[in-house]
């Protein structure tokens, strides 16, 4: 069974209604996301970065494996994903969802996960 390969950039992974980074130094990083009702952050994890989640617009629905979990966020909310944690970021509302994701400390990757 082949093993997901990580990737540096996962921008080309899937589509979002924009995209911005904010700052990036080595080892750190943080960008803006803004999702439609409809897409998503597909399956993956990060080797060595945890992501931490800022909502500043919107609902996400964050789904996490190891162990099984749902997390919803505000606007104002906060939630960190540790380093090689599975997880999806979905909009959880029927308008578009924009958040910041800090990402560090150490080496970006992004890994895709074939999960249902």
């Keep these: 069974m082949n093993q997901p390969q ?9 589509e979002v209604e924009r995209r911005a980074e904010h700052a990036t130094r080595p080892g750190f990083r943080i ?6 009702a409809t897409q ?8 060595n970065v945890s992501d931490t989640f800022y909502v ?3 609902q ?3 789904f996490l494996q190891d162990p ?7 606007p104002g909310e ?3 994903v540790r380093p090689k944690r599975p997880h999806l970021v ?4 029927a308008t578009s969802l924009t958040f910041l994701v800090l990402q560090g400390v150490g080496e970006y990757d992004f890994v895709p996960l074939l999960k249902g």
């Design 68 to 74: 099984k979990e749902e997390v919803n966020l505000k």
């Design 40 to 47: 998503k952050v597909p399956w993956h994890t990060h080797s």
């Design 6 to 14: 990580p990737v540096k950039d996962a921008s080309h992974l899937y």
């Design 78 to 80: 906060v939630y960190a």
């Design 31 to 36: 960008v803006e996301l803004q999702l439609s």
């Design 60 to 62: 996400m629905r964050l």
């Design 90 to 93: 979905t909009n959880g509302g």
């Design 56 to 58: 500043l617009e919107g």
